[in-house]
């Protein structure tokens, strides 16, 4: 199996802070992938730099070619999607244009011509993909008029309606109750069986290890364990390291989360 | 060598006044997160109250009704009371500034806040004229300054109260950091800055440190302000403008460091002097034998412009009351109904009107061209551009020169016009494109300022001081001018067949921003405005964006310019000069920086528009009174709509029922009952 997106010895320095150190991920074809840690473990930092917003040394590649020293436009329409920890919508657009504007990949003079002539006309994908996250009816509301967990939500949606070869998503239950957090695991399991590729980061145990199908752990900056979530579960470091508490204590709620993901 | 020294200390005086200035312009920001472009008119204010009080012992007061224009001391007044008394009334000015103002703009976009503030320049302004008149007065002494008092240095004598003013800025500047440092004051102040809630909890509330920041810096802006009158002249405009350079010291200090900001302020006025010395040189480059003119001021713009790029213009983000956003842009329903009512509209009146209502339309019209590219600039891609006015001179100059010299008339000598505008926009856009919000409009008005004394009042490149002509224009052999022949209109200038041009110009331009916005485009630019990050993750290029955004409002100014010039028959360069680029930004907000509708009731309002010939002709409002109540009218207009007339999501209802029969009914609207039926939709 080919990586869609790898990262190779990925390091981010702020100032004096090594805020990832030598990292490597790899997201496979049809792959869902899931990239945890405790708070400022470096999961964020890790998107960023993979997406041109920090700059970072060691390699990216996605298909295979390197997109390391890109600008994140290029990174984009290359083929790589992400969402952001604070959804980052567009507030002066409504939701359907929040995810035609990301969707439109038409270079500039045929926009230009556009708006010479009055015509308009939407990309495909635009309404499947309201659809495929159960957003449908908020298609004409603007932004800045929904609730946090519906923001993440358009922020997902926007991420997939250009149809990326791969997206990165940050965090996209925080908002969510547990019902619903689990609907959204089951509906980017369909989005990954659809042949996108998907690195997910998120704090909801339950969440990335029923879904998942490998798991990498950060802990400042740094992979300390990959693998299958049953393997990663087990993991004494991930165990000690993640929760920062007696060993036996998290195990049981790591167990605990297990469960109620009904995995 | 000595010669130079010389000069570079003579430097120090003037250099006091941007320092003095900018440390106002620095603390006002710290204090409420205002970029207070008022605050050289402030110091103005206090160098005119002390002269008052010095030569003819009394204090002027603004006009308002039942109030007396002075009030006497029976005798001048002395050097120390008259600058006490000067520091007092910019004391109160700072407070009312701050109570009556920005109190009510807290929440307000930081645009509004800037707009504000030059309400109050203009109302100060205005005032000065009406009391003082248009001609200059000199100040008298305020320190020694005897034959006596010179200081001997390296071999230049340098009167001493060059080195005074240096060393009062210094120890204001100090006495400023140590305040921040150390007083219970400055310390909530720094809270303030980061969170407001921090603040409350020292025990100070936000209100009352942004009142105190506020007096502060317009003490210490009017005590400079008396201080250096007597080595500037003194009248309605030299020292209000020097807070351009004041305000180009505070950006390189970030806004935030005294010492920067004072250093800078000093640095730019012994550069400025020097420059007076290399003019001087037989070698340097004049103009028909005269100097060049603005070359310090081209030299203060490429400074701004090389700082904010070594320092990669980070900006200084004041916690929650910078990052307001500007108004909601409302997407047009229709673009042909009202298109067509608009022409209908133009012809009648340009029909109909008298021969000084029809120029008045005529102003209108073209402000609204100036206002529709301000509404792409900012209002879509939120870039706070104070460029545009001068943008248009660019165009404007271009047509005369190319009309008188190359003999390019109608219509290829605006389109050559409305080229060079707009690439010469697109440079300064290239120039600036990681230069955002607030910081952008300093580095544009620096740009502004240059453009005019560098280029415009060139008496080769622009008009110098006599204006440079420009032939009438002609299409097919139909004369288009504002002289050419028509059946209405009584034979008097301007004819109703330019009234026309104007019209199809500005109904084509609107009808291009319109559809901007409605298209692809306008989502691009709108998502550049609300997230520039965001918008580059989603494989938007920001920078073309960008890029395409400032050559289609630069082209826009550009149609303004050249339409400017057939309009007067001759280009000057007061008509471009940043006084006009600051009032048709505010009028432009007023009316709603963020649509077209917004652009033409702009238009409408511009100075020597239709509603300033109302207000002369029918309510009798002097022509010399409109300025001070345009800038009156400015804050009030702000305080009660901060997102302008037609710029909120619900504008007054007036303008709402008057647009309802411009564009007709059916003004698609959410409701919020269709947000209430798809809460928790998202995850069934
Ligand atoms: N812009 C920045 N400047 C300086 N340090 C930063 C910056 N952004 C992040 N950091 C630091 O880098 C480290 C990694 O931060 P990052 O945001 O990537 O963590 P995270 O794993 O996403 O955490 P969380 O789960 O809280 O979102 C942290 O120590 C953080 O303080
Ligand atoms: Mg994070």
Redesign the pocket.
């Known amino acids: 199996m080919t990586a869609v997106l790898e990262t190779r010895a990925l390091s981010v320095s ?2 004096g ?1 090594r ?1 990832l150190a030598d990292v490597d991920v790899e997201v496979g074809e049809g792959q869902l992938v899931g990239l945890i ?1 405790p ?7 890790w998107i960023d730099a993979v997406c041109g917003f920090v700059p970072a040394t060691g390699e990216t590649r996605l298909d295979g070619r390197t997109i390391s020293g890109m600008p994140p436009t290029a990174r984009a329409r290359a083929g790589l999607g992400r969402t952001w ?1 604070a959804a980052e919508l567009f507030d002066d657009l409504t939701v359907r244009e929040n995810l035609s504007v990301a969707a439109d990949r038409r270079p500039m003079w045929r926009l230009v011509g556009e708006a010479l002539t009055g015509r308009e006309s939407d990309p495909p994908n635009v309404e499947s993909t309201l659809e495929l996250l159960g957003i449908g009816e908020l298609a004409d509301v603007a932004a800045d008029e929904l609730t946090q967990g519906q923001r993440k939500l358009v922020g997902v949606a926007r991420a997939l309606a250009p149809g990326p070869r791969v997206v990165c998503l940050d965090e996209p239950a925080a908002g969510l109750d547990s019902a619903e957090s689990r609907a959204l695991g089951q509906r980017l399991r369909q989005v990954v069986d659809s042949g996108v590729a998907m690195l997910l980061v998120d ?1 909801d145990m339950g969440l990335v290890l029923g879904v998942c199908d490998r798991v990498v752990v ?1 802990e400042f900056g740094r992979v300390i364990a990959a693998g299958p979530p049953e393997v990663v579960r087990r993991d004494p470091k991930v165990t000690e390291a993640y929760l920062g508490r007696a060993a036996q204590e998290s195990q049981a709620i790591l167990d605990a989360s297990a469960i109620g993901t009904g995995t | 060598m000595e010669q130079v020294l010389a000069f570079a200390l003579l430097g120090l005086g003037p250099g006091a006044l941007y320092s003095g200035i900018a440390l106002g312009v620095v603390l006002n920001y710290r204090g409420c997160g205002v970029i207070n472009v008022a605050m050289g008119a402030i110091a103005a204010l206090g160098a005119y109250v002390a002269y008052g009080l010095r030569t003819g012992g009394y204090l002027f007061l603004p006009p308002l009704p039942l109030v007396p224009a002075h009030v006497n001391f029976g005798g001048p007044v002395g050097v120390v009371p008259a600058l006490v008394i000067a520091v007092l009334v910019c004391a109160l000015t700072g407070l009312l500034l701050d109570v009556l103002v920005l109190r009510a703009l807290r929440n307000a976009s930081p645009l509004a806040k800037l707009m504000a503030t030059l309400g109050l320049m203009l109302s100060i302004q205005a005032i000065i004229l009406l009391r003082f008149g248009s001609s200059g007065q000199s100040a008298p002494d305020v320190l020694p300054n005897g034959p006596g008092d010179v200081v001997h240095l390296l071999g230049v004598t340098i009167p001493s109260d060059e080195f005074e003013l240096a060393g009062i800025v210094a120890v204001a500047a100090f006495a400023l950091v140590a305040i921040y440092r150390w007083t219970r004051f400055g310390l909530a102040t720094r809270a303030a800055s980061e969170n407001e809630t921090t603040a409350v909890l020292v025990g100070l509330p936000p209100a009352r440190l942004s009142a105190m920041n506020t007096v502060l810096a317009a003490s210490l802006a009017g005590a400079l302000g008396v201080l250096v009158a007597p080595l500037t002249q003194l009248d309605s405009t030299t020292i209000p403008l020097a807070v351009v350079p004041a305000l180009g010291a505070a950006l390189l200090a970030r806004f935030t460091s005294f010492g920067i900001a004072m250093v800078a302020g000093l640095g730019l006025g012994v550069i400025e002097s020097l420059v007076t010395y290399l003019q001087s040189r037989p070698w340097f480059p004049t103009t028909h034998g005269a100097q060049l003119p603005g070359v310090a001021d081209l030299l203060f713009f490429a400074i701004i412009v090389a700082a904010m790029y070594w320092r990669g213009g980070a900006l200084p983000y004041r916690g929650s009351l910078v990052e307001r956003r500007l108004p909601a842009v409302p997407k047009p329903v229709r673009l042909q109904r009202p298109a067509i009512v608009c022409a209908v509209l133009c012809i009648t009146a340009f029909l109909l009107f008298t021969y000084d209502f029809r120029q008045a339309a005529i102003n209108s019209l073209i402000g609204m061209l100036v206002c529709l590219s301000l509404v792409v600039i900012t209002g879509f891609v939120g870039q706070i551009s104070l460029l545009q006015v001068a943008l248009g001179g660019v165009a404007a100059f271009a047509v005369s020169k190319l009309s008188m010299s190359a003999g390019i008339g109608f219509p290829l000598g605006p389109i050559f016009g409305v080229v060079i505008a707009s690439l010469v926009g697109v440079a300064a856009a290239a120039s600036a494109l990681r230069v955002r919000g607030v910081n952008l409009a300093v580095v544009t008005l620096a740009g502004a300022v240059a453009l005019q004394s560098f280029v415009f009042d060139n008496p080769t490149w622009g008009g110098g001081f006599t204006g440079s002509p420009v032939n009438p224009p002609h299409l097919f052999g139909v004369d288009l001018s504002t002289q050419a022949s028509f059946p209405t209109g009584g034979g008097q200038l301007p004819s109703p067949v330019f009234g026309l041009v104007c019209t199809v110009a500005v109904i084509m331009a609107g009808l291009l921003v319109a559809s901007v916005r409605r298209g692809r485009l306008g989502q691009q630019m709108l998502a550049v405005r609300s997230n520039e990050s965001a918008a580059a993750a989603a494989g938007i290029s920001v920078r073309n964006v960008k890029l395409l955004a400032f050559g289609l409002a630069s082209a826009l100014a550009g149609v303004a310019g050249s339409l400017y010039a057939y309009n007067f028959g001759s280009v000057t360069a007061d008509r471009f000069g940043v006084v006009n680029a600051l009032v048709f930004v505010s009028f432009a907000y007023v009316g709603g920086i963020t649509s077209v509708t917004g652009a033409v009731l702009a238009g409408l309002g511009v100075t020597e528009g239709v509603f300033g010939h109302i207000l002369e002709k029918w309510v009798g409002v002097p022509a010399s009174y409109q300025l001070y109540v345009a800038g009156l009218l400015l804050m009030a207009t702000l305080i009660t709509l901060p997102e302008g007339i037609a710029g909120g999501r619900r504008p007054p209802p007036p303008i709402r029922a008057i647009s309802r029969l411009i564009v007709g009914p059916g003004r698609a609207r959410r409701t919020s009952a269709a947000v209430g039926a798809t809460q928790g939709g998202a995850t069934s």
Do not use: F
């Open positions: 702020y100032g802070v805020a840690g708070n400022g473990a470096g999961k964020t930092t920890q704090h950060l």
